[in-house]
């Protein structure tokens, strides 16, 4: 088959996410064409990705989150309030993502979540299947468990959530742990995607904390439990602009600019992780059995962090309490089960892949389907 990715840009996650498929179709027979990636303003495409992708990528303007004014969690009222404002420009990159499924005579479309591929198959109705990735479709699954929270963000999660797959023949939802599939919300349960590098490389026990925030405004916090605590070896990584590959604070704190290989190193010999929760690094931290702490940076990451800690993976926290991180690494097992659920990838990736391939598009959705949006606990609201 001929396949074109659509990549939502925001992060890490579903670029690494979009790699390993790369990799994991060609070794199955297949061909990515081209690669289409959702950018901001406040970010910038990691340089791993340009250097691990094997094909053409070509990038547009996509919808993303705002941070508040201390660049830590993220503003929903003013990224909604921005990206309206927007409008006009993600019209245009609409337009391109159709241009582009045409040109390049795709047989299938794999989207990793961006918003602006399912209002392209809302609006134009492409006739190319397509399939949908990510974590973030097992919210739309009936047995998964939702933290307490608000439910009006839990609400916009899910409907953001199922506007990204509209059109789509299967929804892909990368999990922590093996689930029932649900046929009547069309999600697939599959293990992460990670990569090769990870799956190769060993851990072992190191003296130092391991580190990852998404926005780069936490970095004071770190400072701030790092002065406190000077002794303590810190090493993490941002994207914060204006800032060199390496800000080496101290002999003991140490900032870095997101690099794939020098990040997964650093992950391997850690003593334990702390991060902003995005589902591909924790899923990383498991598979090399390493404990976390969680700092979600928004509602879809209080929803993974919830879920990695239900399964023992981490603790929770509200700001980089790494003292608490410590506490916990000195109690935590790793689970044998979660390495064995990731050996399961290929075949279950790619059985749901090509059956989806073979299915002609249909494009209808109900009015009502905003009802299907919340949790059952919240269908009141």
Not at 106 to 112: E, G, K, S, Y
Request: aromatic share 12%.
């Amino acid at each position: 088959m001929r396949i074109l990715f659509i990549v939502q840009g925001e992060g890490r996650g579903h670029l690494t996410q979009a790699i390993t498929m790369e990799a994991m179709l060609r070794r199955n027979g297949h061909e990515v064409v081209e690669v289409l990636v959702g950018k901001s303003g406040a970010r910038s495409l990691p340089d791993f990705f340009s250097r691990s992708m094997n094909t053409e990528i070509k990038l547009f303007d996509s919808p993303n989150f705002l941070p508040t004014p201390s660049n830590k969690r993220s503003n929903l009222t003013r990224s909604v309030a921005y990206n309206i404002f927007k409008t006009p420009t993600y019209l245009k990159s609409i337009l391109f993502i159709r241009r582009r499924i045409m040109q390049t005579k795709a047989d299938l479309v794999i989207n990793f979540y961006e918003l602006l591929t399912g209002l392209t198959y809302l609006l134009f109705r492409p006739q190319v299947p397509q399939v949908s990735i990510g974590h973030q479709y097992l919210f739309l699954h009936d047995g998964f468990e939702f933290p307490k929270g608000s439910p009006v963000s839990l609400f916009f999660l899910r409907m953001f959530t199922r506007i990204t797959c509209i059109g789509a023949q299967d929804k892909l939802a990368l999990s922590f742990r093996n689930m029932p599939d649900d046929r009547e919300s069309g999600v697939s349960v599959v293990p992460p995607l990670l990569r090769r590098d990870v799956l190769d490389t060993k851990a072992v026990a190191g003296d130092y904390l391991h580190g990852y925030m998404v926005n780069a405004g936490f970095g004071e916090s770190i400072n701030r439990w790092h002065r406190n605590h000077p002794d303590v070896p810190l090493n993490f990584f941002w994207d914060k602009k204006g800032v060199g590959k390496v800000y080496k604070v101290d002999r003991n704190l140490t900032f870095n600019q997101i690099d794939d290989k020098a990040f997964l190193k650093s992950l391997a010999g850690c003593r334990a992780y702390a991060t902003t929760a995005g589902f591909e690094s924790v899923c990383e931290a498991m598979y090399l059995g390493k404990p976390i702490l969680m700092v979600p940076a928004h509602i879809e990451q209080d929803c993974n962090a919830y879920d990695a800690s239900r399964c023992g993976a981490g603790i929770v926290c509200r700001d980089f309490d790494l003292g608490r991180l410590l506490d916990f690494s000195a109690e935590y097992t790793p689970d044998p089960e979660f390495r064995h659920w990731v050996s399961c990838c290929s075949v279950r990736m790619m059985s749901r892949i090509e059956r989806a391939a073979t299915v002609v598009p249909e494009h209808h959705m109900s009015l009502a389907f905003l009802f299907s949006l919340l949790p059952s606990r919240y269908a009141g609201v």
